[in-house]
């Protein structure tokens, strides 16, 4: 067995990998193995009595959502039967950020990789602060959640079948151009968006108002592209997925209490251990006695070449999660050294158009002792409050080693 061989195969995959938003649907109907008692998160496996503040929160409003519950301790009560079931979203072709919780109710992106076949998707954003996905759950919210479901969610439908798909791909590859770097900053990717759609949003909608309420959405929410554009990252990690003999990571997600990831090579197996608090900056009023542990699906970017790892591209980033341009070109510079390729597709102006480092080996972040770099929100650890601030993480060095030794053993070494 050659294990560069099999890497060389999964990276090709994932660089190769076409992913194109073609549609919206309901979660139940499009999602393989979604079921009425089912929601789906963020990160590796969680039972409730483990669940952090946000991700409880975030449960909570669901079964408001869904009508099965109107409180906290009716949604517990629920989850504790085993009425409802809670599985990560990586196990259903899936991705959400922050608490991520996906239920069978709500529309959620349907992005395919044309290269391969294969399908992913998320669910929509809701933009800052008070939001479901930081754990909030009051009325405000739920208003939101019910107008984007009832009113923006067919008109995206519609405007996305419209356009024939959109080719998340390469919006990125411009949006990397324009100063994002796919995760924490999407300025550019949205507005990218919002042009993709805006002409069929207005000819498809029902009336100029329901129009002119959705393209503002959409154009005031500098996070609206996050979401398609995870559901494509995952869409490039699936197809670098079971690999036989690859040390490629290809998931890290974090539930708000554990930091997991899988490897190529390893199937389905998750490696876990303790999630870290981000260090960042935070909204006024808060701080690091307020922050829940590392939460979310978001580090598929980092995990397809984009995020913490294309930080060089995204100078102003660090005004969002602290530091100095110099340090998101030396974060980007780092994450070389623990990768497999370079990205064909996604480059740099700022290091003369070099790809972003693509495909984590397994084994370089253990000889280097280098750690992959993370761009995240800060979600409160108490539920119904929301977001706190934004910064920066790593994923704990105890999983790659377990990872290590397992493939090890998996492959007789």
Known sequence: ?????AND???ERMIEARAVLVGVGKARDVIPGMRDDLLMHAGPPITWDRASGPLRGAITGALIFEGKATDEAEARAL????????????????????AG????????YIVENETHGNRAFSNMNEGYGKVLRYGAFDDEVQQRLRWMEDVMAPVLKDAIEASGGID???????????GDEGHNRNKAGSILY????????ARISPDAETAAAVLQAIGDNALSVLNPVMAACKAMADAAHDIDGSTIVTTMARNGTDFGIRVSGLGGRWFTAPAQIPRGLYFPGYGDDDANAD??????????????????????IVTFVSGTPRDAINATMEMYEITHAEHKYFNMPALDFRGTPTGIDLRKVIETGITPRVNTGIAHKEPGIGQIGAGLVRPPMAIFEEALVAFAEHYGF
């Open 79 to 98: 989850v504790e039967s085993g009425a409802i079931s809670l599985e990560p979203c990586h196990h259903h072709q899936t991705v959400g950020p922050m």
């Open 194 to 201: 919002l042009k993709a759609l805006a002409p069929r949003v």
């Open 101 to 108: 919780v996906t239920s069978p109710s709500m529309s959620v």
């Open 295 to 316: 939460i979310g699906d978001s580090t598929i970017t980092e995990t397809a070449g984009i995020g913490g790892f294309a930080m060089a591209t995204a100078p102003a």
């Open 1 to 5: 067995m050659n294990i560069d061989q």
């Open 9 to 11: 195969e999964a990276t």
């Open 168 to 178: 998340i791909k390469a919006l990125l590859a411009e949006a990397l151009h324009m």
